[in-house]
């Protein structure tokens, strides 16, 4: 296999990011969809070599592709090299990432026809997954960390696309300054792993950990520290506070950022310096332990939210809470397999919830309703998305949600029972949102999100042909990507056992056989009673919705404010503590010390000098009085110190 293959999954997307903004700039005004095309085509090249760099992975010994890397800089007895690293876990995070982009990329020209900003798009689009296949390749993790700061840099621009929106603009902000107090966690274990190993370079850095180097309080530390970083991207308890504000971007970045790229980086993060973190039973325990509170605390918030996007990016959260979880308390194979999975259903789910907006013009579910009349493709294709992401028998989700759970109950009964509770929320809030949708009679829609350059026809459509053929790709991912797991796959591929783990289990004994099995058929039954609930509640009307809210307004309000999360970061924090406390106290001190002892000295000199000059008045004795005086101030000095 080549070697420049690698390079090319990463530089295609990035030259195409610069072939838009720099080289067809002056033909894209009159050729707009040029910028499409050439994005597309890229990332359909990436996309391609990338299964081919899996096929090879696979096949190799040890799973591990040889790479010769580039050395760059030597400082001192520091050499600085700029490599690839091609493992079982780049393999299949960079043909998730290329494939959820590509199928991002040809949807998008069907949503965003007509915007003014289509060509700053797709060249936005470019860069942000350019930066993530940057960071999921690098072989150091210096260069890793400037990757992960592209991916920072992404989605602050495609958040903030619409930056004349005031609601866009803030939510980019604040995704940018909320991650950044994640990477500060991040930038110092770098800093301490330089300080103890003397060496950037991600394998070497396995080797002395394996070697001992590495151990004991450090060693947590920095794991601490990685994770830190972790949960500013993968928006983990308590620094979730960004991701659902990051729906003010264009639906198609939602799905990017939620399934493959800004919040995949933070589990990839954990997964790649696993090694580091199964040497420190501590570090594993905080991994497992916060997995598992997100995953039911953003459940809980997604019970009460009518935004369809909104709903979709708690369920967001709870599921990356899931894959920290099933990291924690499983392993690499655990985690990413359900990584893997989530990417196709949630990347399915966000673009059904943008072909939604593109018919009704809104994201309000409580103004949608019947829709699964008008829009056939649609409504089959985001049930689908739903049943998996629900973890419904033998669709996707199951394979992977089941593996977390089991590992779940094996090591931590408490985490299990978390765990085993959000499978039942995440049931309920996702039929309520099929159902508030795609049933009952339509309410008649509202504006769309792209403002006056997108006019909707009278009445809710089936979106084009360019947005449904996607959502049937990844309609048939979400339900058979789970079944490569089967017969072990993924664990014989992270545990160099492929031939072995193939062998140990028929597929058909496997797939069929998995239901006998107390622990998945409870898991599975309690799974339908959320759909069965949200049925009874939206569909029957046996239970009165109002009725239950009115019963527990209490929690309800404590829900709809999202725990109040966000007051206690602007209001409290940020504005009491910050801006009116801490702050204020600097700029007292700044006035008061600083510029007081400034301003003293300069008066102080001012007013010598006011007192000296009055010696200088031309008179020749005041002249020899002075002299004299200094001559026996020299006298004395001399004769007391000399």
């Known amino acids: 296999m080549p070697m420049q293959v690698p390079w090319l999954i990463f530089l295609l997307p990035f030259l195409s990011f610069l072939m838009i903004g720099l080289v067809l700039r002056p033909f894209l005004p009159r050729y707009p969809r040029l910028a499409g095309y050439v994005t597309i085509g890229a990332v359909g090249i990436s996309c391609a070599l990338s299964f081919w760099v899996l096929g090879a992975v696979i096949s190799s010994p040890g799973h591990m592709l040889p790479v010769d890397d580039i050395r760059w800089a030597v400082v001192g007895n520091l050499e600085m090299h700029i490599g690839v690293m091609v493992d079982s876990l780049t393999a299949v995070m960079v043909v998730v990432v290329t494939f959820i982009s590509l199928m991002v990329q040809i949807y998008s020209q069907g949503y965003m026809k007509g915007d003014p900003g289509y060509m700053r798009y797709y060249a936005f689009m470019s860069l942000f997954t350019a930066c993530m296949l940057g960071l999921v390749l690098a072989n150091n993790i210096l260069f890793m960390f400037v990757f992960w700061e592209g991916v920072g840099l992404g989605s602050y621009l495609l958040i903030g696309f619409w930056f004349h929106k005031p609601s866009a603009a803030n939510a980019a902000k604040k995704a940018f300054i909320v991650t950044r107090f994640g990477d500060l966690g991040f930038l110092a274990a770098i800093l301490i792993l330089f300080a103890t190993t003397g060496t950037f370079d991600t394998g070497e850095i396995y080797k002395l950990v394996a070697a ?114 099933g990291l924690g308390v499983g392993g690499v194979a655990i985690g990413i397999f359900h990584l893997f999975n989530h990417a196709f259903f949630k990347a399915l789910l966000f673009l059904g919830a943008g072909s939604v907006n593109h018919s009704s013009g809104t994201f309000d579910m409580r103004l949608m309703g019947g829709l699964r009349k008008s829009m056939p493709w649609t409504y089959i294709t985001f049930v689908i998305g739903s049943l998996s992401l629900a973890g419904i028998w033998p669709l996707a989700g199951f394979w992977s949600k089941d593996e977390i759970l089991m590992n779940a109950f094996s090591n931590n009964p408490t985490l299990f029972v978390l765990a085993l509770i959000t499978v039942f929320m995440t049931a309920f809030y996702m039929f309520r949102a099929v159902f508030m949708t795609f049933h009952g009679e339509y309410k008649g829609g509202a504006p769309s999100e792209h403002g006056d350059h997108d006019e909707h026809p009278q009445g809710p459509h089936e979106s084009p042909a360019v947005m449904v053929v996607p959502l049937v790709i990844l309609a048939v991912m979400a339900v058979c990507s789970g079944w490569i797991n089967v017969t072990g796959f993924f664990n014989g591929l992270f545990e160099g056992d492929v031939e072995g783990a193939v062998h140990k289990i028929g597929f058909l004994e496997g797939f069929f056989g998995t239901l006998t099995h107390p622990l998945p058929l409870a898991s599975l039954l309690i799974a339908l009673a959320g759909i069965f609930l949200a049925f009874a509640i939206y569909i029957k009307k046996w239970i009165s919705a109002e009725k239950i809210t009115n019963a527990v307004r209490p929690l309800y309000t404590l829900l709809s404010h999202k725990y109040y999360m966000d007051d206690l970061y602007e209001n409290v924090i940020v504005k009491t503590f910050l801006y009116n406390g801490l702050f204020k106290l600097f700029a007292m001190f700044d006035t008061s010390v600083v510029d007081g002892t400034v301003n003293g000295t300069a008066s102080a000199a001012s007013s010598a000098g006011s007192a000296l000059k009055k010696l200088q008045n031309g008179q020749t004795q005041v002249y020899a009085f002075t002299i004299a005086l200094g001559v026996v101030a020299i006298a004395v000095v001399v004769y007391l110190f000399g």
Request: hydrophobic share 55%; with cysteine.
């Open 212 to 325: 001992g180097t590495l151990t004991g309080t450090t060693l947590t530390w920095v794991a601490i520290g990685i994770f830190a970083g972790a949960c500013g991207k993968s928006a983990q308890f308590p620094l979730h506070v960004w991701l659902p504000d990051a729906m003010e971007g264009p639906t198609p970045v939602s799905a990017l950022i939620h399934a493959a790229t800004m919040v995949a980086a933070g589990v990839f993060l954990v997964a790649r310096f696993y090694p580091i973190f199964s040497h420190s039973p501590e570090a594993m325990l905080v991994v497992a332990v916060i997995g598992a509170f997100t995953a039911i605390f953003a459940a809980s918030i997604g019970f009460v939210m009518n935004d369809i996007k909104r709903v979709l990016a708690y369920s967001t959260i709870s599921q990356l809470g899931y894959m920290m979880l």
